[in-house]
């Protein structure tokens, strides 16, 4: 699958701040970058580092005033609509150092409050089956709820609520997974059909070997989505960290199939 992604973030700087952005979809064996562009206009030279796990790229900026970021790109999607359901766990010991990291709790999943309900309500369950489990369970028992959570709102506290956003469903699915030993990281994605279009988050679970997409939402389907960045919770995979105060003016994005 072919997908267009164009996004626009205008912002106002009350006064000279540091940025720190993820907006550039990421370069991956499942996702190949055909066409892409961005620009900043209202800052100083720009400074492009790796992003976590080698995913993607985080670009620093120093901005004051007027501040707008556009990004274009087309990327070319080939992940199967699989399902995790028969896929093998890997044994703690034989995970690769990058992944173990994503076995312990973070910020906003706070993996070891859920450990007692996670043995209790998927008893007999493992792996993939597990995950999927989990997943279902998360889509058929929270709302999602545009406005219900905040910046500080966090696994537990969605639990709590029964309700949330992208972010919290995914949040929630990676304590469950790390719960149970099963490594798992957030996702930024550019994502298809995502209603209202907006910067999305889901989750990898690692199974079988290697990082598998799922998202708990169900707003997008995985072979349409491009991943921007990953890490070990929301903190991480920030499309746009502002070091200082700022005003959004417009934040647009757009994700089209064009095969």
Not at 106 to 132: H, I, N, P
Not at 208 to 223: C, F, V, Y
């Amino acid at each position: 699958m072919r997908l267009q992604i164009d996004a626009l973030l205008d912002y106002s700087m009350e006064e000279p701040a540091d940025v720190l952005l993820s907006v550039e979809a990421a370069e991956l064996a499942d996702q190949r970058i055909i066409e892409g562009s961005f620009d900043v206009k209202g800052t100083g030279p720009l400074r492009k580092v790796p992003g976590e796990d080698g995913v993607g790229n985080r670009i620093w900026a120093r901005a004051d005033g007027a501040f707008l970021a556009t990004y274009r790109g087309i990327v070319e999607v080939e992940r199967p609509a699989e399902s995790l359901v028969g896929l093998a766990a890997s044994a703690r010991r034989d995970l690769p150092a990058d992944v173990i990291p994503y076995l312990w709790p973070s910020r906003y999943c706070e993996a070891d409050r859920f450990e007692a309900f996670v043995m209790r309500e998927f008893a007999g369950l493992e792996a993939g089956d597990l995950v999927t489990a989990m997943a279902e369970w998360i889509y058929t028992k929270l709302a999602y709820c545009p406005g219900s959570s905040d910046a500080t709102t966090t696994a537990v506290d969605c639990f709590v609520s029964r309700q949330g956003v992208c972010r919290d469903f995914a949040h929630l699915l990676a304590s469950f997974a790390r719960a149970a030993g099963i490594p798992a990281r957030l996702v930024s994605a550019y994502a298809w059909k995502l209603d209202p279009p907006d910067f999305h988050a889901v989750v990898d679970v690692w199974l079988d070997g290697a990082w598998r997409l799922i998202d708990a939402t169900r707003l997008s389907p995985r072979e349409g989505m491009a991943r921007i960045a990953v890490g070990r919770d929301a903190t991480d995979i920030a499309f746009m960290t502002i070091f200082g105060c700022a005003t959004l003016n417009r934040q647009t994005i757009s994700v089209a199939r064009v095969d």
